[in-house]
Nanobody, 120 residues
Framework: QVQLLESGGGLVQPGGSLSLSCAASGAILSINTMAWYRQAPGKQRELVATIAKVGSTNYADSVKGRFTISRDNTKNTVYLQMSSLKPEDTAVYYC??????????????WGQGTQVTVSS
């Protein structure tokens, strides 16, 4: 069984910074693309950033230049460094990973979500 465990959410003032991490554990053979999504109240879940196994990244236009996604393949962990945070960044942040498990099936897994609130 594969699990994604997120940590690092919280309350931060506008203009502040916050870091999220997400560690995958369980019967993992390899991890392909890892990503962060977010969902604000009353809105659909949206893609924030992705990172391929080799390290290439993509970002939503709304976070370019402010957020940085990275990963440590030795720890099966993905990170999201967020800076210059705005109230509109307030959302539940979810990590997502495409994981090949010992069942030899590649599936998408989701973390439980972590709340990020940007407010003064």
């Amino acid at each position: 069984q594969v699990q994604l465990l997120e940590s690092g959410g919280g309350l931060v003032q506008p203009g502040g910074s916050l870091s999220l991490s997400c560690a995958a554990s369980g019967a993992i053979l390899s991890i392909n693309t890892m990503a962060w999504y977010r969902q604000a109240p009353g809105k659909q879940r949206e893609l924030v950033a992705t990172i391929a196994k080799v390290g290439s990244t993509n970002y939503a236009d709304s976070v370019k230049g402010r957020f940085t996604i990275s990963r440590d393949n030795t720890k099966n962990t993905v990170y999201l460094q967020m800076s210059s945070l705005k109230p509109e960044d307030t959302a539940v942040y979810y990590c997502n990973a495409e994981i090949l498990s010992w069942t030899l099936r590649s599936e998408n897994y989701w973390g439980q979500g972590t709340q990020v609130t940007v407010s003064s």
